[in-house]
């Protein structure tokens, strides 16, 4: 029996997990959220967790007396977070947090020997090279949450990376699929929180929307699989029932297919490598008919130019367009800018912040932070 802390178990990673777990009996060590105490209290006790920590120091006080008379150890603020991730007796740490956060504990748990299922993308994104080198160094796996990377991660299963020619990464091509630029200048915050095949938090829908998540992605799959960017296709797929596949040297292309249902990934990262019932819907090809596919409109959609540009350039690129977009998204969402005003914004970060090499944590933070001054100066 495995035991797991999470980090953003209020999240809609995290609630899944937790049935999860609940189904197959997974113990709970450690539990943090952002700022939902109340959830998050409920989850603790529910889960018999030891240890639970908020992000949000405002909201220390409510939980610590949510939790007055008992053994649960209460933390809070990056210190809670990075004291979770190093726990003893946790066989995997389940990082689900929204942002770049995620990256500090996520260093901090691989340093201790603790494999990590990966839904944090920006972790990667930003910090690819230092977590890929310390979890080799610390002999630590890194399982992929995210549907796409999990699917490659499920079709490399029995076979070597020098096999493979490339991967094809699928998108969903999002709510706004088809418009052009002209069409998406009034998009509302409802219309771009609208996604069409998977229901999840409001920063992922909204990088959904303007394809910066599939850029992501991009980034992410080449630090998780050691990928050239002329070895991962782009290809648009409306019922994002392929969740990816791998094309190998001798033309075979393995996939990985399933209805649009994150339990899957996520409980194929906990419970790897064994396959268990899983609650979700079965697959009927026949209810589905036909499946279509095409090309990315990189036109359109600027923030997934940006980051395949980014990443071609590589050191703090990544990180200076994420960060970018973690704060013009923000910005949005306030009603503060356009959405197309998103990707002027990260196109023009990428364009004007100069590159710098990676080596340490520090140099991740003040790309970021140098990105998401840019964004606010131009405001
Ligand atoms: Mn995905």
New binding site residues.
């Given amino acids: 029996m495995k035991t797991i802390s999470v980090l953003g178990s209020t999240g809609s990673i995290g609630t899944q997990a937790l049935d999860i777990a609940k189904l197959h009996k997974i113990r709970i060590k450690a539990l943090a959220a952002n700022r939902n105490a109340a959830l998050l209290t409920e989850q603790a006790k529910e889960f018999n967790a030891e240890y639970v920590c908020i992000y949000d120091k405002e909201k220390y006080k409510e939980l610590k007396e949510n939790f007055s008379g008992t053994n649960v150890k209460v933390l809070c603020g990056m210190e809670g977070l990075c004291e979770i991730a190093t726990l003893d007796g946790v066989d995997i740490l389940l990082n689900s947090v929204v942002g770049m956060v995620g990256l500090k504990p996520t260093l901090a748990a691989i340093e201790k020997g603790v494999d990590i299922a990966l839904a944090n993308?920006e972790t990667l994104v930003t910090g690819g090279k230092l977590v890929i080198n310390k979890a080799a160094e610390n002999n630590v796996k890194i399982l992929p949450v995210?549907?796409?990377?999990s699917a490659i991660f499920q079709c490399l299963q029995g076979n070597e990376m020098n096999e493979i020619n490339k991967i094809i990464l699928t998108a969903s091509g999002g709510p706004f699929f088809g418009k052009t630029k002209a069409e998406l200048k009034n998009v509302s915050i409802e219309q771009a929180l609208n996604h069409p095949n998977?229901s999840m938090g409001n920063k992922?829908t909204i990088d959904?929307a303007t394809l910066m998540?599939?850029g992501l992605?991009f980034i992410e799959a080449m630090w998780l699989f050691d990928l050239k960017p002329e070895q991962i296709e782009i290809v648009v797929h409306r019922e994002s029932v392929i969740?990816s596949a791998v094309e190998y040297k001798d033309g075979s292309v393995i996939a990985q297919m399933g209805v649009p249902d994150m339990r899957l990934p996520i409980q194929y990262a906990l419970l790897y490598p064994q396959r268990l019932q899983c609650k979700g819907k079965a697959l009927s090809l026949i209810d589905y008919g036909t499946l279509s596919f095409s090309k990315p409109d990189f036109k359109t959609f600027d923030c997934l130019r940006a980051c395949i540009k980014a990443i071609t350039i590589g050191g703090s690129m990544p990180a200076v367009v994420n960060g970018a977009n973690e704060q013009a998204v923000d910005l949005f969402l306030k009603e503060k800018i356009s959405f197309l005003k998103i990707g002027e914004l990260v196109t023009s970060a990428l364009n004007s912040i100069k590159q710098s090499e990676i080596t340490c944590l520090d140099d991740v933070l003040k790309a970021d932070k140098e990105a998401r001054e840019f964004v606010l100066s131009k405001i």
Wanted: proline share 0%.
């Fill in positions: 993308k995210d549907s796409e990377h998977w992922i959904s998540n599939k992605e969740h």
